[in-house]
């Protein structure tokens, strides 16, 4: 039978823990093509070049000391004083689909490229996060 996946099916993780409170994610892979067409061709041709991923997710902002929060993700791009981000703030993310036992992952190794959180009266404080993939992505089982 057909399966037809919502986001109540879906999780992200960071490492090996389930980052809670999510509210959606999104990735993107884009492979950027090379002209090989030559000056008496009439017809252009295109060949594979770099690929690239890339993808963000809405988090609602909260703290739990024992559990993945949103503050493990945001603290990888804000920081005090003058240091910035660094190879230690690479994160591994695992965007996971799950139907019963079936679970679907895209791993990839990925650096925050920018970060936002606000709060709004009679709101819940949500933290935005967009990141940018390195590396050839290790898992994919979809």
């Given at each position: ?21 999510v509210t959606s994610w999104s ?116």
């Amino acid at each position: 039978m057909a399966k037809v996946y919502s986001g109540r099916d879906a999780q992200l993780l960071v490492g090996s823990d389930v980052q809670l409170k999510v509210t959606s994610w999104s990735m993107t892979a884009n492979m950027n093509v090379l002209d090989v067409t030559s000056l008496n061709d009439s017809i252009r041709s295109y060949s594979p070049g770099i690929t690239s991923y890339s993808g963000n997710a809405s988090l609602l902002y909260y703290k739990d000391g024992s559990r993945n929060d949103a503050g493990v993700l945001l603290r990888k791009i804000i920081k005090t004083g003058t240091d910035g981000a660094s190879t230690a703030d690479l994160v591994t993310f695992k965007l996971r689909l799950i139907d019963g036992t079936d679970v679907n992952d895209v791993e990839l190794q990925a650096y925050i490229t920018s970060a936002s959180f606000g709060a709004t009266v009679g709101d819940v404080v949500a933290a935005n996060i967009d990141f940018q993939a390195t590396g050839a992505l290790p898992t994919v089982s979809f």
